[in-house]
Nanobody
Framework: QVQLVESGGDSVQAGGSLRLSCAAS????????MGWFRQVPGKEREGVAA????????YYVDSVKGRFTISQDNAKATVYLQMNSLKPEDTAMYYC??????????????????????WGQGTQVTVSS
């Protein structure tokens, strides 16, 4: 099984930037897409962005388009989420996800409900106004 470890969460002011990292280890053979989700207390986990690890295509939820960028370093088995122009509504626990699907769109829109999605432990992002 794949193990995922996130890092990079912090507290920043609105308009600031953060870069989250997700390092994958273990058996990554069954992983074709990786992505980022976020969750605030009392709400469902929301897909934010995902990338097809073997081809590089990406998908973003509308609320982060133009502000967030997902990228990968295959040599390091690491996926990044560069977050710019942060807003208070971006405050959440951010989770890295890995899945078999080759569709970043499918991971973002449905991966939170799949029993086969693998998750990291989460990293907190807090944006103050």
């Amino acid at each position: 099984q794949v193990q995922l470890v996130e890092s990079g969460g912090d507290s920043v002011q609105a308009g600031g930037s953060l870069r989250l990292s997700c390092a994958a280890s273990g058996n990554t053979n069954g992983v074709n897409s990786m992505g980022w989700f976020r969750q605030v207390p009392g709400k469902e986990r929301e897909g934010v962005a995902a990338i097809w690890t073997r081809g590089g295509s990406t998908y973003y939820v509308d609320s982060v388009k133009g502000r967030f960028t997902i990228s990968q370093d295959n040599a390091k088995a690491t996926v990044y989420l560069q977050m710019n122009s942060l807003k208070p509504e971006d405050t959440a626990m951010y989770y890295c996800a890995a899945a078999l699907t080759s569709s970043p769109y499918a991971l973002v829109t449905g991966g939170g409900r799949w029993s086969t999605t693998r998750w990291g432990q989460g990293t907190q992002v807090t944006v103050s106004s």
